[in-house]
């Protein structure tokens, strides 16, 4: 079975600081791109930031220089580090892990997402 597992998730003052934590089972962890993606009330799910399997990453701009992506293969996770957060950030925090065969169906797992919500 294949198991995304988000946490780290809250309630956060403007200006504060969460990390988000994304446990993999099921999967050879090390070939897989993993991103970050969030989605708030009446918007579509959009890209915050993405991993690959080379340790390259890419940020959207709403996020860059604020947020760090990294992984830690050895232990299947994946983190976020949310710094400098703004209540634009609130949002349900998903972690995606996707692997291109290129000579078959692609493999595709998404998390059951974790709750950031940013006062002001």
């Known amino acids: 079975q294949v198991h995304l597992v988000e946490s780290g998730g809250g309630l956060v003052q403007a200006g504060g600081s969460l990390r988000l934590s994304c446990a993999a089972s099921?999967?050879?962890?090390?070939?897989?791109?993993i991103g970050w993606y969030r989605q708030a009330p009446g918007n579509q799910r959009e890209l915050v930031a993405v991993?690959?399997?080379?340790?390259?990453?890419n940020y959207a701009d709403a996020v860059k220089g604020r947020f760090t992506i990294s992984r830690e293969n050895a232990k299947n996770t994946v983190t976020l580090q949310m710094n400098s957060l703004k209540p634009e950030d609130t949002a349900v925090y998903y972690c995606?892990?996707?692997?291109?065969?290129?000579?078959?169906?692609?493999?595709?797992?998404w998390g059951q997402g974790t709750q950031v919500t940013v006062s002001s």
């Open positions: 995606n892990a996707q692997y291109i065969t290129h000579f078959g169906p692609d493999f595709n797992y």
């Open positions: 991993i690959s399997n080379d340790f390259s990453t």
């Open positions: 099921g999967i050879t962890f090390s070939i897989y791109a």
